[in-house]
Nanobody
Framework: QVQLVESGGGLVQAGGSLRLSCAAS????????MGWFRQAPGKEGEFVAG????????IYGDSVKGRFTISRDNAKNTVYLQMNTLKPEDTAVYYC?????????????????WGQGTQVTVSS
């Protein structure tokens, strides 16, 4: 089992920044690729970003490319999501997830473990 706990969410004005953290415990963190997803009220869940086991490869959803950066620190068992130039449409609950698959995936069904989520609200 892998336990994931997100933090760093909050209320920010449009154009501002936030950094989300996801702390992992349980099994060896570096054995898992990690992803961030988000769920806004009344909308389908959306893939935000993913990073490989080493952090050497990353992928992003089209709506966040150039604004968000995913990174990880395997020594600290933590994955981060730096969010810049936030927009009201970024408002959602953000979840981190871990996958035992070797390759990066945008499909949430490929992820084995999920955190409880952290709310991000961007005001206009």
């Amino acid at each position: 089992q892998v336990q994931l706990v997100e933090s760093g969410g909050g209320l920010v004005q449009a154009g501002g920044s936030l950094r989300l953290s996801c702390a992992a415990s349980g099994r060896t963190f570096s054995n898992y690729a990690m992803g961030w997803f988000r769920q806004a009220p009344g909308k389908e869940g959306e893939f935000v970003a993913g990073t490989s086991r080493s952090g050497g490869a990353t992928i992003y959803g089209d709506s966040v490319k150039g604004r968000f950066t995913i990174s990880r620190d395997n020594a600290k068992n933590t994955v981060y999501l730096q969010m810049n130039t936030l927009k009201p449409e970024d408002t959602a609950v953000y979840y981190c997830a871990a996958t035992s698959f070797l390759s990066l995936h945008t499909d949430p069904n490929r992820y084995n473990y999920w955190g409880q989520g952290t709310q991000v609200t961007v005001s206009s």
